[in-house]
């Protein structure tokens, strides 16, 4: 059976954030198991809507502009008028399945009242919160409130790992109602280049928000260029990026970041915020690139096989490793070729998708079941 879904983001699309490539990848590979999916997103975003999939955007808010994930006083209008539009779109397109996308949406999806609902959570709150906002103890208190009480309306809840999985059993979800599943990556946008004899650069992509832990990096470069003094850092990003001890390349786009990512280099996610899943470094190891990650978010990796995992904030562990394979072009290749071959394994996106569909039918089944028997 297919179903008419509508999947809905609190967010600006398309945008080069982690969240608005984690909902457009799932978007498609529903599509591709024959789903009708339906995007439902924030009233502006940035580049050219991809062709593959309906996008239904609410009012724009005039003084809204943000790309940026974060809170902001256009928020609360964005997510009312958000609402609406998910309800028009639920009564236009008889759509059977939503699926949220992050809090905010989840909030949107509620007020809709149309279930079945799946929550796709990309982080937790008591995680998340403190980076956006000081009294860091106030935060995380209300982040563990929202984290207790939100999740647990969702008919089902879709973790990408099982460390988030875990949290949000423990905070009231139903066991049985959470799923693990990572999230999709097509690796045929990537074309690995093979590993030189010149030293290459580190390579970082993504936003620049304080949860990306930039420091560390910048403070692991410090002791690269003792060993290397012409170690290149260069950052690929969407964001405004000045004053950086670095080379900033612009990539607004999938197709400005592949070319980035396909050269020889080493990708460092110095990320430690535990609860999310670095989609950059899944692009990253499709591109067939060694990844350098600190432990608490390294879920993707295997040490030694697929990258390097360092101690949290470790500055002369995290250059250590960058170093190491800065320096051997032969472990750089192999890293990367298993890290490209995890991805086409664990996270292809028929297969993926193939999971979700199970998910959102047999959500949908038990739902038309219980309505029919009531």
């Known amino acids: 059976m297919k179903l008419r879904i509508a999947m809905v983001g609190a967010c600006p699309f398309p945008a080069p954030q982690g969240s608005q490539v984690f909902m457009h990848y799932t978007a498609d590979c529903l599509r591709r198991q024959g789903h009708e999916v339906h995007l439902v997103v924030y009233g502006y975003g940035v ?3 991809p062709p593959d999939v309906p996008i239904h955007r609410a009012v724009r808010v005039p003084f809204a502009t943000k790309t940026e994930a974060g809170p902001s006083l256009a928020k609360p209008f964005q997510d009312a008028t958000l609402a609406l539009k998910l309800h028009q779109v639920v009564r236009k397109h008889k759509i059977q399945v939503v699926c949220a996308h992050n809090y905010e949406a989840l909030l949107a999806a509620l007020l809709v009242r149309k279930r079945p609902l799946l929550y796709f959570a ?3 709150m008591y995680d998340e919160l403190p980076y956006f906002f000081s009294h860091g103890d106030v935060t995380r208190e209300i982040g563990r409130f929202l984290d207790r009480t939100i999740p647990r309306l969702a008919d089902a809840v879709i973790a990408p790992h099982k460390r988030l999985a875990g949290y949000l059993v ?3 979800c139903e066991q049985e109602r959470v799923f693990v599943v990572p999230p999709p990556i097509d690796a045929s946008p990537f074309e690995p280049m093979p590993a030189g004899s010149e030293l290459p650069p580190v390579l970082y992509a993504g936003n620049l ?3 990306q832990n930039l420091s560390l ?9 003792k060993k290397y003094p012409d170690a290149r850092l260069m950052i690929a990003t969407a964001s405004s990026a000045a004053h950086l001890d670095a080379e900033v390349i612009r990539a607004a786009s999938l197709e400005e970041l592949s070319p980035f990512l396909s050269q020889d280099g080493v990708f460092a996610a110095p990320r430690v915020s535990w609860s999310g899943y670095p989609i950059k470094m899944l692009n990253a190891m499709a591109a067939a690139k060694a990844v350098v990650a600190c432990e608490s978010a390294a879920y993707p990796l295997v040490h030694e096989k697929t990258g390097l ?9 995290y250059a250590s490793a960058l170093i190491q394979l800065l320096g051997n072009a032969s472990l750089r290749t192999e890293m990367g070729r298993r890290a490209r071959e995890q991805i086409l394994k664990d996270h ?7 999971r979700l569909s199970e998910i959102a039918l047999s959500v949908w089944e038990s739902r038309s079941k219980n309505a029919g028997s009531a």
């Open 47 to 49: 580049g050219e809507d």
């Open 122 to 124: 990309h982080n937790a």
């Open 170 to 172: 423990a905070r009231g």
């Open 209 to 211: 928000d304080s949860y």
């Open 217 to 225: 990096l910048f403070k692991a470069m410090g002791r690269v260029r």
């Open 309 to 317: 995992i360092t101690p949290d904030n470790d500055v002369q562990a």
């Open 348 to 354: 292809q996106p028929e297969t993926v998708g193939a």
